[in-house]
């Protein structure tokens, strides 16, 4: 059993109750409007000064204590994946097509409940929190969108911590891991550009399928030529729309994918092959390419200090054979914004179920969590929180 303080422990039943609201009520990134009212609701009972509207349905809640001192900044995620939900669960989502498949209503529920505890003892302690209820984290803009609204504006934030949920780990575990965590993302849309004709009559034509096809197999040398052996990234082409009938070569193919690494030099690097490889191959073949790609978000990278704080703090709650280091993450997170201003640790939370169930997988259609390791979200978040603010 997880060591809870007594404060966590009488806030489960309605931590779990908050978590299920959230589930049944799951909104798309930049439309939280039920979700952010039901959290400054909450913030502004408990005594925050609250701010709505920020970066279009961010919410902020700030927190004076008593005394000079740090301050902390706490972040949860507040939108929802557009799925069908498949989970039999009382809580099912109550919005077609719409469904929290990755734990932001967990992870929001933990932040509510740390916000509470906090409010009862900042009077005497040092410092200040500031929590940040951020939207659209799930299509990386919504870190952005906030910091364009001012979320760091007159307050110096001295440190940053965030939990999420992971179907990954077991229950009863943490993952953490200092530096590098989780990848940059790049959305990429190629273009090929041919001249069309008969599918029967090929050499009339300049076929932008085929040279589409081979700009798909040349450019995953990216990965395995120029990518350095002891570095990694990730390129994936994941949509290709051509043609409209079966004997008419297309005048254009448009793909789209997604590129994804640790290092902002390496990145750089790669997107100009990428460039270059989609235009040279498609010239070869007597087509043109067309490359764009948005740069949603860094890398995430952790505080080493930071990390250390919440690994002894994890150990503590759950013992130390407990506490991971975890596999760095192919996926991303636009809160890497936020670690760029400010020195942060991401921790993961194991949430799959050890009762003998499958554990599905995030963004997947029967995603659920085991509830129980809600608490540990809570108490780590509350006491890296006093640590920070209270100082050596």
């Known amino acids: 059993m997880p060591h809870v303080s007594s404060e966590v422990e009488k806030l489960v039943p309605n931590l779990i109750d908050l978590r299920r609201d959230f589930h049944r ?26 701010r709505t509207g920020v970066g279009k349905t961010g919410v902020l809640g700030l927190l004076k204590g008593g ?38 209503d967990a992870n929001t529920a933990i932040a509510l409940t740390a916000a509470e505890i906090l409010a009862k003892e900042l009077p005497g302690l040092p410092g200040n929190v500031l929590f940040v209820f951020q939207p659209a984290e799930e299509i990386l803009s919504g870190a952005e969108a906030m910091l364009r609204d001012g979320v760091l504006e007159g307050v110096a934030v001295d440190a940053a911590f965030a939990v999420h949920m992971s179907n990954d780990m077991p229950a009863g575990t943490v993952g953490l891991r200092s530096g590098p965590v989780m990848t940059s993302a790049d959305r990429l849309e190629l273009a090929v550009i041919g001249k069309g004709g008969h599918g029967a009559f090929p050499h009339q034509a300049c076929d932008p399928v085929y040279a589409a096809a081979q700009i798909i197999t040349a450019l995953q040398t990216l990965v395995s030529r120029e990518t350095p052996p002891l570095q990694m990234s990730v390129l994936s082409i994941t949509t290709l729309k051509a043609g ?61 200090a930071l990390t250390r704080v919440v690994q002894e703090i994890a150990t503590d709650i ?48 029967k995603f659920d969590i085991d509830e129980s390791v809600m608490a540990t979200g809570a108490e780590l978040l509350v006491r890296a929180a006093r640590q920070v603010m209270k100082g050596p």
């Open 25 to 50: 009520h799951p909104e798309l990134g930049f439309q939280e409007e039920r979700t952010a009212r039901v959290v400054a609701e909450r913030l502004k009972h408990l005594g925050y000064t609250v």
């Open 67 to 104: 005394k000079p001192g740090k301050t902390v900044l706490l972040r949860a995620e507040i939108d929802a994946l557009p799925i069908q939900e498949e989970a039999q669960v009382p809580w099912k989502s109550e919005s077609p097509g719409r469904m929290h498949a990755c734990g932001h």
């Open 244 to 304: 409209t009938a079966f004997n008419i070569i297309p005048d254009t193919v448009e793909m789209s994918g997604t590129f994804r690494c640790y290092d902002t030099a390496l990145r750089e690097t790669l997107m100009g092959s990428l460039r270059r490889v989609a235009e040279n191959v498609a010239a070869a073949l007597k087509c043109k390419a067309e490359v764009r790609n948005d740069w949603l978000t860094p890398a995430v990278v952790n505080d080493p």
């Open 318 to 365: 759950i013992g130390e054979k407990h506490v991971v280091e975890m596999e760095r993450l192919t996926g991303s997170d636009d809160i890497a914004y936020f670690w760029q201003k400010v020195p942060g640790c991401y921790a993961f939370v194991g949430s799959a179920k050890t009762d003998g169930s499958l554990a599905a997988p995030h963004h997947n259609a």
